[in-house]
């Protein structure tokens, strides 16, 4: 069974930097293409990033492009979320998703609706 869990969470200062992991464990890792979501109170969940299973292929919402970097590391089964130039509005519970997708050099957000998830970390980000 897919298990993932999401660590990194915290409290940082608007302008500053957090780093997120998902360790990932049940399946073969490199098989799943892996994204970051995150939602904040009263607002639906939102797509940050996602990165192929070779992690040759990335994807990145529009609020954060240029500020986060999604990575991975298949050898130790983790995704990374970088988060630079944070702001207010990042506060959020941030999860971390997976789906199977062996091969393909395409993200399909959707897709992650059937996939696997975390039980997400929170991030809280003041002046």
């Known amino acids: 069974q897919i298990h993932l869990v999401e660590s990194g969470g915290g409290l940082a200062q608007a302008g500053g930097s957090l780093r997120l992991s998902c360790a990932f464990s049940?399946?073969?890792?490199?098989?799943?293409?892996m994204g970051w979501f995150r939602q904040a109170p009263g607002k639906e969940r939102e797509f940050l990033a996602g990165?192929?299973?070779?992690?040759?292929?990335?994807l990145y919402g529009n609020s954060v492009k240029g500020r986060f970097t999604i990575s991975r590391n298949n050898v130790k089964t983790t995704v990374f979320l970088q988060m630079n130039g944070l702001k207010l509005e990042d506060t959020a519970v941030y999860f971390c998703?997976?789906?199977?997708?062996?091969?393909?050099?395409?993200?399909?957000?959707?897709?992650?609706?059937?996939?696997?998830w975390g039980q997400g970390t929170q991030v809280t980000v003041s002046s």
């Open positions: 049940g399946g073969t890792f490199s098989d799943f293409t």
């Open positions: 990165v192929t299973g070779s992690g040759g292929g990335t």
């Open positions: 998703a997976a789906v199977r997708a062996r091969g393909s050099i395409f993200i399909l957000i959707t897709s992650f609706e059937s996939g696997y």
